[in-house]
T-cell receptor, first 113, second 112 residues
Framework: KAGVTQTPRYLIKTRGQQVTLSCSPI?????VSWYQQTPGQGLQFLFE???????NKGNFPGRFSGRQFSNSRSEMNVSTLELGDSALYLC????????????FGPGTRLTVL | GENVEQHPSTLSVQEGDSAVIKCTYS??????FPWYKQELGKRPQLIID???NVGEKKDQRIAVTLNKTAKHFSLHITETQPEDSAVYFC???????????WGAGTKLIIKP
């Protein structure tokens, strides 16, 4: 099976712009979680989607949003970018249940100038 | 809500020695405890996990132990090698929580 893929891998934006990141889960996986990871920091949970429904959301401002499509692919959007949004954005897919193993994609490295 | 604390934040061991990383959790309903390894510049990868119906699980040089009464679980790496150098994350979850709760990570350094 192909692993989790994320596009683009690298992105440079300027403050005030918006960005959309994409995540394609492992075939058959219906749950997608998104995380933000800054240098030296852990994994900060953004949100989780299952069957096009957001089941949980982390403590991030409303500028961060996401969605999931019927084929389980997911996108996250960040509007009005700030310097502090520079980070590695990781998505992880799992079959269905909260206690299923999560498999990570390679991440999208976002730099905000 | 659930909280996971991980210690130490940095661990330096001599090559060939053992390394132990500990995590404590707060939600007694948690029943799934994975450990992930993240090498520099790479994605986190699952190395071992344990569920609440077992107390210990081994996979070659890696083992995880779970003490549900004390609400803590530990990662044990024996005969450490240079390729074990990485950041290790623990996490916890329950069947009703759609969010893995993560520890802050431990940077493991293997000294030659």
């Amino acid at each position: 099976k192909a692993g989790v893929t994320q596009t683009p891998r690298y992105l440079i934006k300027t403050r005030g712009q918006q960005v959309t990141l994409s995540c394609s889960p492992i075939s058959g996986h219906r749950s997608v979680s998104w995380y933000q990871q800054t240098p030296g920091q852990g994994l900060q949970f953004l949100f989780e989607y299952f069957s096009e429904t957001q089941r949980n959301k982390g403590n991030f401002p409303g500028r961060f949003s996401g969605r999931q499509f019927s084929n389980s692919r997911s996108e996250m959007n960040v509007s009005t970018l700030e310097l502090g949004d520079s980070a590695l954005y990781l998505c992880a897919s799992s079959p269905k249940n909260p206690t299923d193993t999560q498999y990570f994609g390679p991440g999208t490295r976002l730099t905000v100038l | 809500g659930e909280n996971v604390e991980q210690h130490p934040s940095t661990l330096s061991v001599q090559e060939g020695d053992s390394a132990v990383i500990k995590c404590t959790y707060s939600d007694s309903a948690s029943n799934y405890f994975p450990w992930y390894k993240q090498e520099l510049g790479k994605r986190p990868q699952l190395i071992i996990d344990i569920r609440s119906n077992v107390g210990e699980k081994k996979d070659q040089r890696i083992a995880v132990t779970l003490n549900k009464t004390a609400k803590h679980f530990s990662l044990h790496i024996t005969e450490t090698q240079p390729e074990d150098s990485a950041v290790y994350f623990c996490a916890a979850n329950s069947d009703s929580n759609y969010q893995l709760i993560w520890g802050a990570g431990t940077k493991l350094i293997i000294k030659p």
